[in-house]
Nanobody, 120 residues
Framework: QVYLVESGGGLVQPGGSLRLSCAGS????????MGWYRQAPGKQRELVAH???????NYADSVKGRFTISRDNAKNTVYLQMNSLKPEDTAVYYC??????????????WGQGTQVTVSS
C-alpha cells in the first residue's frame, strides 16, 4: 500500500518557525506533484503550497515570502519551511501527493494531518 506520513507540527510563538515533512512510502514509481493544504476551524481547506517533480512551485498569497516548499525526490519527501509564523497560520496542515505506483496506477493521497498552533 502507498501512504503518506506527516511530521513536524507543534506549538510555536508568533514570529517563530516550523518545518513540516511528508514522506511517501510503499510501492512508489514516481510522484509528479506534492503539496500542502491547511484547514482552520470553521474554514475551507486551502492550498498553501505546491511543487512538481521538476521544481515548479506555487504559493498562496498569504504565505508568499514566508513559507518555502521543497522536495527530495530520492526520498519521496516534501517539506514546508514556515518562517515568520502568524496566529492566522494556525490550522491542521495536510500533505497531498499525486503518486504513480509501480503498477502504474495513478492516485491522489492525503497525509493524516498535523496541527500547527501559533500563539503567545
Amino acid at each position: 500500500q502507498v501512504y503518506l506520513v506527516e511530521s513536524g507540527g507543534g506549538l510555536v510563538q508568533p514570529g517563530g518557525s516550523l518545518r513540516l515533512s511528508c514522506a511517501g512510502s510503499g510501492s512508489i514509481f514516481s510522484i509528479p506533484s506534492m503539496g500542502w493544504y491547511r484547514q482552520a476551524p470553521g474554514k475551507q481547506r486551502e492550498l498553501v503550497a505546491h511543487i512538481t517533480s521538476g521544481g515548479t512551485t506555487n504559493y498562496a498569497d498569504s504565505v508568499k515570502g514566508r513559507f518555502t516548499i521543497s522536495r527530495d525526490n530520492a526520498k519521496n519527501t516534501v517539506y514546508l519551511q514556515m518562517n515568520s509564523l502568524k496566529p492566522e497560520d494556525t490550522a491542521v496542515y495536510y500533505c497531498n501527493a499525486e503518486i504513480i505506483a509501480v503498477d502504474r496506477r495513478f492516485r491522489t493521497y492525503w497525509g493524516q494531518g498535523t496541527q500547527v498552533t501559533v500563539s503567545s
